[in-house]
């Protein structure tokens, strides 16, 4: 882990919330269409998959495997972060690194149960890579269903939110005046 707190201060968890969400409107597609991975490997996208259904897990309601996280993850590597790619897979497997010789017969973090894969999350939730994953689950899981994740709008259906009054301007003071001006234009 010791190089994982250089990946704080990268571009890779600055992510825009706006720009990934555009990025993932292709992972709906190959979500909802069960296309193959276009960035990660089988075995990336597994490894993801695991973590992102401890993150949300799948308890009484769906959790991040069945709104399909693993593609907002595709995509976002893909292609906002495609050159960082390389960085993303040497901190995974210093992540998961770790596995091997603390778990008998484990290699993989999707070989251990829930109760060790739990135990080894808590061990890393401090880490930058971690929070960096955290946020892109939740955001593959609560994004608007036409950027990716969010798989039948199972994330809002889970707070109550029927998307009425989403992405719906004015946002603020200045954007009130902009769009009264562009009414008036009209």
């Known amino acids: 882990m010791g190089n ?3 990946l704080a201060g990268s571009s890779l968890l600055r ?15 190959a979500r909802d269409e069960a296309h193959a991975y276009q960035t990660l490997t089988s ?7 695991a973590i992102s259904a401890r993150i949300l897990p799948t308890t009484d309601t769906p959790g991040a495997r069945e709104a ?3 593609y907002f993850f595709d995509t976002v590597l893909g292609d906002q972060f495609a050159g960082q790619l390389g960085g993303f897979r040497a901190l995974m497997g210093q992540f998961l690194g ?12 999707s070989d251990l149960n829930e109760t060790d894969q739990d135990a080894y999350l808590t ?3 401090k880490t930058p890579f971690f929070g960096m994953l955290h946020a892109f ?16 709008n199972i994330g809002w259906k889970l707070i109550g939110f029927d998307g009425r009054g989403a992405a719906q301007p004015p946002f603020g003071y200045y954007d009130a005046q902009y769009m009264q001006g562009e009414r008036d234009d009209d």
């Open 4 to 6: 994982s707190g250089a």
């Open 15 to 29: 992510i825009s919330v706006p720009a990934a969400l555009a990025l993932a409107e292709t992972a709906c597609t």
């Open 43 to 49: 075995a990336e996208a597994r490894e993801l998959d």
């Open 68 to 70: 399909g996280v693993v």
């Open 98 to 109: 770790g596995i091997e010789g603390r778990f008998a017969g484990a290699k993989m973090f």
């Open 123 to 125: 061990d890393h939730d």
């Open 137 to 152: 689950t939740m955001m593959g899981f609560f994004a608007m269903s036409s950027y990716g994740g969010n798989k039948d």
